[in-house]
C-alpha cells in the first residue's frame, strides 16, 4: 500500500524556519517525481515545488523561490522541504504528494494528510 | 485569484447528476495539458478521482467522469450520495508559470 506521511509543521515567527518530512513507503521512491502542495486555512489548494527522481531538477512557484528548498533521500524513502524566511503567509496545511508520471505536467496520484505550518508571532 | 476556474459551490439531491466546470487559457487547458480531479473531504488530504482528462484509478466509483475540450474541462458526478459531499479541485500544468495550477475549488452539497 503506497502511504505518505507528512511531519514538522508547528507553530514558528516570522522570519523563522522549519523543515518538513514526507515518509513515504509501498513503491520504488527513486523512480517517482515528487511535490508539495499547501493550503492555507479555509483555502484552495497551491503548488508548493515539483523535484525529479533524482534530485537533480526542482521547480518552485514564484512566492517560495529563494526561501525554500525541497530536496529527497532516495535511499531512505524520504521527501524535505526546508523553510526558511518564513512569511505569515506561508501559513497553510502541507501536503506532500506522489507525481503520476515523470514529467512536469503530471497529476498527483497519492498524497498524503498533511502537516500543519503556522507562522504568527 | 485562481489560474483555473471553478464554480465557488454545486448541489444536487441524491440520484442526480452534478456537473463541475474547470476553464483555463492557452497557457494550461489550452496547450493541451491533461487535466485531473481531485476530492477533498472534510479534514483529510486530497485524493485522486480522475487522471488525463478522463481516466479513473482502480477504486473510483464510474459514477465520476471526466472531459476536457479546448480551455474547458468538466467533471461529472451520477447517482449522488450523500458521502459525495466535499470540495472539488481541478489541476492542470501551465506552461508560463512552470507548475501545476489548481481551480479555487467547488464545494458540492448533497441536498
Known amino acids: 500500500e503506497v502511504q505518505l506521511v507528512e511531519s514538522g509543521g508547528g507553530l514558528v515567527q516570522p522570519g523563522g524556519s522549519l523543515r518538513l518530512s514526507c515518509e513515504v513507503s509501498?513503491?520504488?521512491?527513486?523512480?517517482?517525481?515528487m511535490s508539495w502542495v499547501r493550503q492555507a486555512p479555509g483555502k484552495g489548494l497551491e503548488w508548493v515545488a515539483t523535484?525529479?527522481?533524482?534530485?537533480?531538477?526542482?521547480n518552485y512557484v514564484d512566492s517560495v523561490r529563494g526561501r525554500f528548498t525541497m530536496s529527497r533521500d532516495n535511499a531512505n524513502y524520504l521527501l524535505y522541504l526546508q523553510m526558511d524566511s518564513l512569511r505569515v503567509d506561508d501559513t497553510a496545511e502541507y501536503y506532500c504528494?506522489?507525481?503520476?508520471?515523470?514529467?512536469?505536467?503530471?497529476?498527483?496520484?497519492?498524497w498524503g494528510q498533511g502537516t500543519l505550518v503556522t507562522v504568527s508571532s | 485569484q485562481s489560474v483555473l476556474t471553478q464554480p465557488p459551490s454545486v448541489s444536487g439531491a441524491p440520484g442526480q447528476r452534478v456537473p463541475i466546470s474547470c476553464t483555463g487559457s492557452?497557457?494550461?487547458?489550452?496547450?493541451?495539458?491533461?487535466v485531473q480531479w481531485y476530492q477533498q473531504l472534510p479534514g483529510t488530504g486530497p485524493k485522486l478521482l480522475i487522471y488525463?482528462?478522463?481516466h479513473r484509478p482502480s477504486g473510483v466509483p464510474d459514477r465520476f467522469s471526466g472531459s476536457k475540450s479546448g480551455t474547458s474541462a468538466s467533471l461529472a458526478i451520477t447517482g449522488l450520495q450523500a458521502d459525495d459531499e466535499g470540495d472539488y479541485y481541478c489541476?492542470?500544468?501551465?506552461?508560463?508559470?512552470?507548475?501545476?495550477?489548481f481551480g479555487g475549488g467547488t464545494k458540492l452539497t448533497v441536498l
Open positions: 488525463g482528462n478522463r
Open positions: 509501498g513503491f520504488y521512491f527513486r523512480t517517482y517525481w
Open positions: 504528494a506522489r507525481v503520476d508520471s515523470s514529467t512536469w505536467s503530471g497529476g498527483g496520484d497519492h
Open positions: 523535484i525529479n527522481s533524482d534530485g537533480s531538477e526542482i
Open positions: 489541476q492542470s500544468f501551465d506552461s508560463r508559470l512552470g507548475g501545476w495550477v
Open positions: 492557452s497557457s494550461n487547458l489550452g496547450a493541451n495539458y491533461d
